[in-house]
């Protein structure tokens, strides 16, 4: 029997498993690699096309139409081509592929190519372009268009705080003109919220307002989705009109342009420099007035350095620049976004909550708050729905009770651990976790019954726990004043 080495199963395991297809030919063209996933792609059966001359398998191609053969005789790889074809059980097929030669002591011994099927993911973008359009038909024919949900102006954004003051002035002059606008800011922070205000509250709020995210679509979809195509053009598209030509006279929304590929960005700063489009696949040069806004979760300074966003694209974009702060540089507007979320979801939770414990807001305002003005949003709407129906104030259990957030990121812990004291520090310890922990809640009880002069109940409502439970553990834990 022959022997087979780790390296062997390990890579048989891989072709079988992927759902990435795998074809290798040799330097005779002969299949030596084809895999479970290749062969679901293309309709065939392995045993059919393993061990055989790759154009006696595919006698459609030859030498100058196969991607194989072609990078096998220029010794140059392709990256990332879309292809399309109709397989052999007559199913049309989109996948983008690379095809790489394949290297031995400088001698070329074949190529491999690689190809991820994307049809389901062609087929969803098709559609996501479609039901842009019909919502374009849609607020054209339609009055109650006005009642558009999610359409914020500049009274939707709240805050107080100098920094947010003096974002939403730029964003107001922005509004007033047609220069594109760059939003950096982290997530959550209003970064849409801000772009709609810009849209509709200038010029072009009677025309139409698009949002395309940038992220996780690949390059060859998201250039269909920008620019359009024409029948054949991107391979196997029928004609189809692209976010630029439907925001014609409006605005785009770039979301997270720092995700794009480094050569569409390219093309983008073409579009923007010559103010016309071209489909894919078209000859026809369209005149576009569109009115962009890109935005951005990286500071543009290191997306440059780090080679993600490009330096003229960056100059084109950033003639009126916005940065919004993450909310905990603007810790004035924890107070006023809370009162305001809080009488949102009194609304619409049909509550009566007139505020939050002084305990709560302490935390809000040591928490970091990652995920800004969303976090707490989503914090609020959870402790509202949680709090018993006779509360007016919202304590420290709602929300630990009703949000993981709260619990996992110790939202209330925080400034206890930043404090250490006594041994806090985990790694130095040589106890166990419980014994650790306990140690901790030791630690945090004895301060609060300090802090409230040994009341028992004044110090378990501080620490957000029963009166049973305090008095429980300071039993448990010998707790009597120093
Ligand atoms: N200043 C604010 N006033 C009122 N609501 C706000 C404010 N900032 C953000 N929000 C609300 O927070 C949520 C998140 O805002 P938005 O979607 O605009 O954030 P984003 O910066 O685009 O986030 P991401 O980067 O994750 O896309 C929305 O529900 C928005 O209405
Ligand atoms: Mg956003």
Redesign the pocket.
């Known amino acids: 029997m022959a022997k087979v080495n780790l390296n062997e199963v390990i890579l048989q395991n891989i072709l079988h498993y992927t759902d990435i297809g795998i074809h290798v030919i040799n330097k005779d063209k002969k299949t030596i690699v084809y895999n479970e996933a290749m062969a679901r792609l293309e309709g065939l059966d392995i045993e059919h096309v393993l061990n055989r001359d790759l154009l006696e398998v595919f006698p459609s191609l030859n030498e100058d139409t196969s991607t194989l053969i072609k990078v096998l005789m220029t010794k140059q790889q392709i990256i990332d081509e879309t292809q399309s074809y109709i397989n052999s059980k007559g199913k049309k097929i989109i996948s983008i592929n690379s095809t790489i030669p394949l290297f031995l002591n400088g001698e070329v011994v074949g190529a491999l190519e690689i190809a991820k099927d994307i049809t389901n993911l062609k087929n969803l973008s098709d559609k996501l372009v479609d039901l842009q359009k019909n919502i374009k038909i849609l607020n054209n024919n339609d009055k109650i268009s006005n009642n558009r949900i999610n359409k ?1 102006t500049f009274k ?4 107080k705080d100098e920094k ?1 003051i003096n974002a939403i002035q730029i964003a107001r002059r922005a509004a007033n003109s047609p220069s594109s606008v760059l939003i950096y ?10 772009a709609q205000s810009i849209h509709y509250s200038g010029k072009r709020s009677n025309k139409h307002f698009i949002a395309q995210n940038c992220a996780s679509i690949p390059e060859s979809l998201l250039e269909g989705i920008l620019f359009g195509t024409e029948k054949g053009g991107f391979t196997g598209a029928i004609a189809r009109e692209g976010i630029f030509e439907q925001a014609n006279g409006g605005t785009l929304l770039l ?1 997270e342009i720092n995700s794009m590929s480094y050569g569409l960005q390219a093309k983008l700063l073409r579009v923007l420099q010559e103010g016309y489009i071209r489909r894919i696949g078209g000859i026809k040069d369209i005149p576009i007035d569109v009115k962009i806004i890109a ?1 951005t ?1 990286e500071e543009p300074t290191k997306s440059i350095e780090n080679g993600t966003l490009r330096k003229d694209l960056f100059f084109r974009l950033n003639v009126i620049y916005i940065k ?1 702060p993450p909310l905990r540089e603007r810790k004035k ?1 924890i107070l006023v ?1 809370s009162k ?1 979320l809080i009488n949102k979801y009194n609304r619409i939770l049909g509550r009566d909550i007139a505020g939050i414990d002084d305990d709560v807001l302490e935390a809000f305002y040591n928490y970091s708050w990652y995920g ?3 976090e707490l ?1 989503n914090c609020i709407e959870a402790a509202m729905n949680y709090a018993p129906g006779n509360r007016r104030f919202l304590q420290k259990e709602d929300f630990i009770s009703s949000s993981n957030i709260f619990t996992n990121s110790n939202i209330f812990e925080n400034p206890i651990i930043q404090d250490n004291e006594g041994d806090l520090d985990f790694k130095s310890r040589n106890k166990s976790l419980p014994l650790y922990l306990q140690n901790i809640e030791k630690k945090i009880i004895m301060r609060s019954l300090e802090e409230n002069k040994f009341n028992i109940t004044k110090a378990a409502k501080k620490l957000g726990i029963k009166r049973q439970t305090l008095q429980h553990k300071v039993k448990k834990y010998s707790l009597t004043a120093k």
């Open positions: 914020y939707d954004i709240i805050g947010i800011g982290e997530t959550g922070t209003g970064k849409e919220l801000f979301d935005t979760n919004i507007d976004l305001y800004n003005v969303r949003e």
